[in-house]
C-alpha cells in the first residue's frame, strides 16, 4: 500500500506520522506542499502541526497550497484522505468535510489521552475493527467542532459523525468533552467517507512505551482495510 | 548624538567603564559603538561578576565533548550520538510579559540548542512565582504557562518535565528558565568559531525590527516603579518563523558549507558577530545597509542592538552562496550576504557608504570589565529546637492533607496538559515523574532529563544549598534508571553589587562545584541571571539545575507507580528526622529558620549508584526520590500514581513519627520490590553499606498508618490533584 504525507510549512507531526505509517507497512513518501502532482496513493495524510503558523485561522493558508488542488480532486475522485489535528483543520477550510473547529472552550491547549468511541463502521477506515472505543490522545488548541444545527442535521443523517469523544465504557457526555465540541464530536466523514478528519493523534500511540496502542490498532485495520 | 559620560550613564555603564572604553579607543565613542560597548559589556553578556567564580566548576569529564564557552554545552551517548544541552533565563522579560516574555526564552535555547546542528528533541522549564496570594501570581503563571506552550508546541517538540514554585520573595520577580535537549551525530557538530579570510558573512531567518532594544542591558539591571516602561525592550517570538529556521539551518548543515554559526541572541547583530570574530580571532565588517530590515529607517545603532527573534549569522565557505540561498527560499527565509571576514581583528561597520564603527574585537571580549565582587559568608544557622508540645497534638493524616494540597506539591497537571509533551513520539516518561524520557529515535536508548532547584534550603544556607540541588538532579535521573552524566545551570540571584546577594552566589555556586566534582557530574553549560530584585529587595538564591542522564535499554527504565499488591517497600538511605527548613516546618510548624538538611557526597553517590545496580539487574519495580514534604508524601505520590495502597510502619526509631515522616534527610529512595527478590535486594543493600529500612507492603487502596489511621488513595488524590486547578479557574 502506498501513502503519502503532505508537508506544509509548520506541519510538525508530519515525521511521526510517516514512522507509524511505515511501521504498519505503507510504502509512504513525504509530498512537499510546493509540489503540484501528488504520487500514486492509496491514502493521504495531512499531518498535525502548525501549518503557516496557525496565522489567520488553523490550516486556512494551507489549504490554499500548490498541492491541495491535487489533494481535493484525488479525494473528489474517490481517493482516501485523513486529516489528523491541524490537518483536519485544514480539510475543513479546503470544505472537503463540513463544519469548523474552534478554540477550544477552556481557551487553553490540551495535551492528553481520550476515549472515542466508533460512530460509524461502515467505511473503509473503521470497518473491521473489534473495538467500539479506542483510547488515542490529543494535543490541540483549536479542536472545537461547530456547525449550524441544520448542517448537523445533515452530517447525522448522512452518518457522517466518525468518533464521539467517551469515557473507557463508550458513554458519550459533555464530562467526557474536553473542548467544547457539538456533540462531543472528535472526527467527521464527508458524504462519500473517503475523506476523514479527527483530532486525535493515532500515531502517538503505536507502542506500549508510549501512550498506548489503540492507534497501532487503528492503523493496522485501515492497511488491511485498503489491501 | 554627542557621547559623554552621562549618555554611557544613560546606557547602564559605570562611570570608570566609559573611562576605560576612552581610553582603549584612544577616542570618544560614536553613540553606535556606544550601544555596542554597553551591550557587551552588561552583566548578562560580559558575565563581568561571575566569571571569576565560574571558572571553578568543574566541566570536564569522560563523556564531555564540549563544555562551557560555546553555545550550549554537548556529551557523548555512545555510537556517534551526542546531546546538546543548555538552560538559560528569561526572568525579566518575563515579568514585563509574560506571554512574550516566556515564548522567547524558549525559541532563544532551542536556536542555541539548534544552532549546533542538533535537532531539538525535549524542552524542559523551572518558573518560579510570588505568593499565591500576590495579585500579580494567577496572571503571570497564566501568561508564562501560555508563552511556553505556544511557542514549544508549535515547534513540534515535547516539553517532557519542569519544576513550578510559589514563594512571596518572587513577588517582584518572577523566574522563567528555559531547558532544551538536542541530538546530533558527534562528527556534525557545529561550532561559532569564523575561520578564514574573506569568507561571505550571511544573515539568515526573520528580519530585524526595533524590538528588544538593550533587551540584555535591561536584564542586567533591578525594577523600580518605571518598570512599565520597559515593556519595549521585550521581544516578540515567532515560533513559526523559528519553526521553518530550524528546518532550514538543518537542511544547510547536511552539508559542508557552513564554516561558523550563531544565533542572535541577547544583544542580537553585536554579540553574534563579536563572538564569532573573537573566537576565530578575525575581524567581521559589516554593510549595515544588506541587513533585512522590518521597518524603515532604521539607524545602524537599532540595527546592532535589536533583539527580533529567530535570526542566525553564518560564516559560509566562498562559492556557497548560491547553494545556501536556495534553501532558504524554499522556507521562504530571508538570507543575505552582509559582509565577510577580514584580518584587521577589528568589528568595522559601514552604513550609506560611511564607516559608521570601528573597534578592536579584544577591547569588546578580553578587555571587558571583570569584577571581584565583595561577598559576604554565610554562617550556618543554629538548629531549632522543635517543642514537642507543638506537634504531639498534630493528626498525621491531617497533616498529610495539607502538605499534599500545598502549592509546592500539588500536581501540575494544569500546567503540563498545555504543553505538547508527546509530539515525536519517543516520550517514554511524561511530566509528572522525577525526569522526562525521550526515547533516542530508532535505538534502544532513551535519554533523561530534570530541572531542580532548592531556594529555601539556598537561602538558609547557600553552600549546602548549591551541593542539594546537584544531588537533587542526581537522583531525579536514578530514580527513573538514567545514569548521570552532566548538568547545565541556571543561576538566579539577586543583585551582585549587594554583599549579601553576592556571598549567595558565590557559596551556591562552590556547593554545586564540590558536589558536582565529587559526584563526576560537571557542568557543561549555564547562564547567570543576576538583578532578580525589585528596589533593593533579591529574590531567595535560586540556582537551577538541569540534568542529563542515560538509559542504555529503555525497556529497563522505571516510573514511580507503585504497580503490584503485596510488593514490599523500602526506603533506601538513612531518617534522621531533620525538620528544620522542611516543607513541614514552613507549613505546619510557622518556622522559618534553622539549617536545611545536610548533605553527605559519600552517601549520595554510594546510594545512588547502588540502586542503578538494581534497577539494572530487573529488581525494582517503582522508585521515587524523597524530597520536598519527606518519606509519607513521597510514598502518597506513588500511590496516587499508581491507584494502590500501603500499608506503612515506622520502624522503631528514637523519632518521632511526624519527624519521621516529614523530615527531609537527603540521599534517600522510595523503592518498590516483588516478596521473591527482597532477600536478593536487602544483600545487595548489606554488601554496599546502604542503609535501608522496610516501610511496608502494598495494598488495594488505603494507606494504613502503623495499623491504626487509615485514609483512601482517592482521598489523598484529591487533595493533590485539585489545588491548582481551583486556583486557576477562581
Not at chain 1, 485544514?90 to 481520550?114: D, M, S, T
Not at chain 1, 486525535?200 to 493496522?220: V, W
Request: proline fraction near 4%; aromatic fraction near 8%.
Amino acid at each position: 500500500m502506498k501513502s503519502s504525507v503532505i508537508t506544509f510549512p509548520g506541519s510538525n507531526c508530519d515525521r511521526d506520522m510517516d514512522v507509524a505509517l511505515k511501521k504498519f507497512g505503507f510504502k509512504n513518501k513525504m509530498v512537499w506542499h510546493q509540489d503540484v502532482e501528488l504520487p500514486k496513493s492509496d491514502l493521504v495524510v495531512l499531518p498535525g502541526g502548525f501549518s503557516y503558523g496557525d496565522y489567520l485561522r488553523c490550516g486556512s493558508m494551507a489549504s490554499k497550497s500548490k498541492i491541495m488542488q491535487s489533494v481535493i480532486n484525488f479525494a473528489n475522485s474517490g481517493g482516501m484522505v485523513m486529516g489528523i489535528c491541524n490537518g483536519f483543520q485544514i480539510l475543513v477550510e479546503a470544505g472537503l468535510v463540513p463544519g469548523v473547529l474552534l478554540r477550544n472552550k477552556y481557551l487553553e491547549f490540551i495535551c492528553k489521552n481520550v476515549f472515542v468511541k466508533i460512530n460509524n463502521k461502515d467505511n473503509a477506515y473503521f470497518k473491521n475493527i473489534n473495538n467500539n472505543v479506542l483510547e488515542l490522545h490529543i494535543a490541540h488548541n483549536e479542536g472545537n467542532y461547530f456547525c449550524t444545527s441544520d448542517q448537523l442535521k445533515e452530517i447525522e443523517d448522512n452518518a457522517q459523525v466518525a468518533i464521539n469523544y467517551c469515557d473507557q465504557s463508550g458513554e458519550i457526555k459533555d464530562t467526557f468533552n474536553p473542548n467544547g465540541s457539538v456533540n462531543n464530536i472528535a472526527g467527521i466523514f464527508n458524504k462519500e467517507k473517503n475523506v476523514l478528519g479527527m483530532m486525535p493523534h493515532p500515531e502517538r500511540m503505536i507502542d506500549p512505551y508510549l501512550s498506548g496502542e489503540d492507534g497501532s490498532l487503528f492503523l493496522k485495520n485501515l492497511i488491511n482495510n485498503l489491501k | 548624538m554627542i557621547v559623554n559620560e552621562k549618555v554611557a550613564i544613560d546606557h547602564g555603564l559605570k562611570k570608570d567603564e566609559y573611562k576605560k572604553i576612552c581610553e582603549l579607543l584612544n577616542r570618544i565613542p560614536n553613540i553606535t559603538e556606544l550601544g555596542i560597548f554597553s551591550a557587551m559589556w552588561n552583566e548578562h553578556c560580559s558575565y563581568k561578576s561571575s566569571r571569576l567564580h565560574l571558572k571553578k566548576l568543574p566541566t570536564k569529564g569522560k563523556q564531555v565533548i564540549q563544555g562551557p564557552g560555546e553555545n550550549a554545552g554537548v556529551i557523548d551517548i555512545g555510537d556517534n550520538d551526542a546531546i546538546v544541552f543548555k538552560i538559560e533565563s528569561h526572568n525579566h522579560p518575563s515579568f514585563i510579559e509574560p506571554y512574550q516574555g516566556a515564548a522567547t526564552g524558549v525559541g532563544g535555547i532551542m536556536r542555541d540548542v539548534f544552532t549546533m546542528g542538533a535537532r531539538p528533541i525535549a524542552n524542559l522549564n523551572s518558573i518560579h512565582f510570588g505568593s499565591t496570594q500576590h495579585k500579580k501570581t494567577k496572571n503571570l503563571l497564566r501568561g508564562v504557562v501560555h508563552g511556553i506552550g505556544g511557542y514549544g508546541n508549535c515547534m513540534g517538540v515535547p516539553t517532557i518535565a519542569g519544576q513550578t514554585s510559589f514563594d512571596s520573595s518572587y513577588n517582584g520577580n518572577i523566574l522563567v528558565n528555559a531547558m532544551t535537549l538536542g541530538l546530533v551525530k558527534k562528527d556534525k557538530i557545529f561550532y561559532s568559531k569564523a575561520a578564514g579570510l574573506n569568507k561571505p558573512v550571511i544573515y539568515v531567518g526573520s528580519k530585524t525590527g526595533r524590538d528588544g532594544i538593550h533587551g540584555a542591558s535591561m536584564a542586567s539591571a533591578g525594577f523600580d516603579e518605571k518598570i512599565e516602561e520597559k515593556k519595549p525592550t521585550v521581544q516578540v517570538g515567532d515560533p513559526f518563523t523559528e519553526k521553518l529556521l530550524l528546518e532550514a539551518c538543518l537542511e544547510l548543515m547536511a552539508g559542508d558549507s557552513i564554516i561558523a554559526i550563531q544565533d542572535m541572541g541577547a544583544a542580537g547583530l553585536t554579540s553574534s558577530s563579536i563572538e564569532m570574530a573573537s573566537k576565530g580571532n578575525l575581524g567581521i565588517e559589516i554593510n549595515l545597509n544588506k541587513v533585512p530590515c522590518r521597518e524603515s529607517k532604521m539607524t545602524p545603532y537599532e540595527i546592532m542592538l535589536s533583539e527580533s527573534q529567530e535570526r542566525m549569522l553564518i560564516v559560509l565557505e566562498n562559492g556557497k552562496e548560491d547553494q545556501a540561498k536556495e534553501i532558504f527560499d524554499k522556507w521562504n527565509l530571508d538570507f543575505a550576504v552582509i559582509g565577510k571576514t577580514t584580518k584587521t581583528k577589528k568589528i568595522e561597520l559601514y552604513f550609506d557608504s560611511e564607516k559608521v564603527a570601528d573597534i578592536p574585537v579584544n577591547t569588546l571580549v578580553e578587555n571587558s570589565p571583570m569584577y571581584d565582587r565583595k561577598w559576604k559568608k554565610a554562617k550556618l544557622p543554629k538548629k531549632n529546637k522543635i517543642n514537642k508540645d507543638d506537634i504531639n497534638n498534630l493528626k498525621i493524616i491531617e497533616v498529610l492533607k495539607k502538605i499534599l494540597s500545598n502549592p509546592n506539591i500539588s500536581s501540575k497537571e494544569w500546567i503540563w496538559q498545555q504543553f505538547d509533551h508527546t509530539v515525536m513520539g519517543d516520550t517514554i516518561q511524561k511530566p509528572g515523574g522525577d525526569s522526562g524520557v525521550v526515547r533516542v529515535h530508532g535505538t534502544n536508548k532513551a535519554v533523561a532529563a530534570t530541572v531542580d532547584s532548592s531556594a529555601v534550603y539556598c537561602w538558609a544556607h547557600p553552600l549546602t544549598g548549591g551541593q542539594q540541588v546537584v544531588c537533587e538532579s542526581f537522583r531525579n535521573l536514578i530514580s527513573v534508571g538514567a545514569k548521570p552524566i552532566a548538568i547545565t545551570n541556571c543561576l538566579n540571584f539577586g543583585s551582585p553589587e549587594n554583599e549579601e546577594n553576592m556571598g549567595e552566589f558565590v557559596e551556591c555556586v562552590q556547593g554545586i562545584g564540590e558536589a558536582s566534582s565529587y559526584l563526576k557530574f560537571p557542568v557543561v553549560s549555564g547562564n547567570v541571571s543576576f538583578y532578580n530584585q525589585t528596589k533593593d529587595q533579591g529574590i531567595k538564591p535560586t540556582p537551577s539545575i538541569g540534568g542529563v542522564g542515560l538509559i542504555n535499554d529503555y525497556t529497563k527504565m522505571i516510573t514511580m507507580d507503585f504497580k503490584e499488591i503485596d510488593n514490599v517497600v523500602i526506603v533506601i538511605g538513612k531518617t534522621e528526622g531533620h525538620i528544620d527548613q522542611s516543607l513541614f516546618a514552613r507549613v505546619i510548624l510557622d518556622e522559618k529558620n534553622g539549617p536545611p538538611p545536610e548533605i553527605n557526597l559519600f552517601n549520595e553517590k554510594n546510594n545512588g549508584e547502588t540502586l542503578l545496580k538494581l534497577i539494572d539487574n530487573n529488581l525494582i519495580k517503582s522508585a521515587h526520590d524523597v524530597s520536598l514534604g519527606g518519606i509519607i508524601t513521597a510514598v502518597s505520590k506513588m500511590c496516587i500514581k499508581g491507584n494502590k495502597g500501603i500499608n506503612l510502619k515506622k520502624p522503631k526509631y528514637l523519632i518521632s513519627e511526624l519527624e519521621y515522616f516529614f523530615g527531609e534527610d537527603q540521599g534517600r529512595y522510595i523503592v518498590e520490590i516483588n516478596k521473591k527478590d527482597q532477600k536478593k535486594v536487602l544483600n545487595i543493600l548489606n554488601k554496599n553499606a546502604v542503609h535501608y529500612d522496610e516501610l511496608g507492603t502494598i495494598n488495594e487502596n488505603m494507606l494504613f498508618l502503623n495499623e491504626k489511621t487509615k485514609v483512601t488513595i482517592d482521598e489523598l488524590k484529591g487533595f493533590n490533584t485539585k489545588w491548582l486547578k481551583e486556583y486557576m479557574s477562581n
